[in-house]
């Protein structure tokens, strides 16, 4: 399972070597190498390969802005679509995690898949005019 990696530890402008950009990053020098050929670029001019602080930050912020979905107010992510999509029928359970804080949960119209998106207990207002809206109880 894919994990997202935090750019917080990379310094912008100093070198790194494939494993000390790993280990910044908490992932293996092997996983910085195959980022090469998915657009991570370089320094290849002398032995060792360097990588530019600035390059591997906007690298990893660029894949990870990809995979990103934006949702409007009347959506959902869909875990099998991969892709921001409406509830079946327009019915949504809200299912309570902490005391503020808690789960749309649904179906997706397209594929019948699961749908959800996380809501304070504030917005239930909100959500309750866009949807036909059951707060689960949780005990």
Do not use: N
């Not at 912020?61 to 099998?80: H, I, N, P, T, W």
């Amino acid at each position: 399972m894919a994990k997202r990696v935090s750019t917080r530890r990379v310094k912008k402008h100093r070198l790194y070597k494939y494993d000390e950009a790993g280990d910044a990053l908490g992932v293996t020098s092997q996983t910085v190498r195959s980022w090469r050929s998915h657009g991570l670029k370089i320094m290849t001019a002398g032995a060792p390969h360097f990588i530019l602080g600035a390059e591997l930050i906007a690298f990893l912020e660029e894949k990870q802005a990809k995979k990103s979905v934006s949702l409007g107010d009347d959506q959902m992510y869909c875990f099998r679509c991969k892709a921001a999509q409406k509830p079946l029928l327009g019915m949504v359970d809200y299912i309570p995690i902490y005391e503020t804080i808690g789960r749309l949960a649904g179906l997706c119209e397209v594929c019948e898949g699961s749908l959800q998106r996380f809501a304070s207990k504030a917005d239930l207002g909100k959500y309750g005019q866009i949807y036909d809206l059951t707060i689960k109880s949780t005990s």
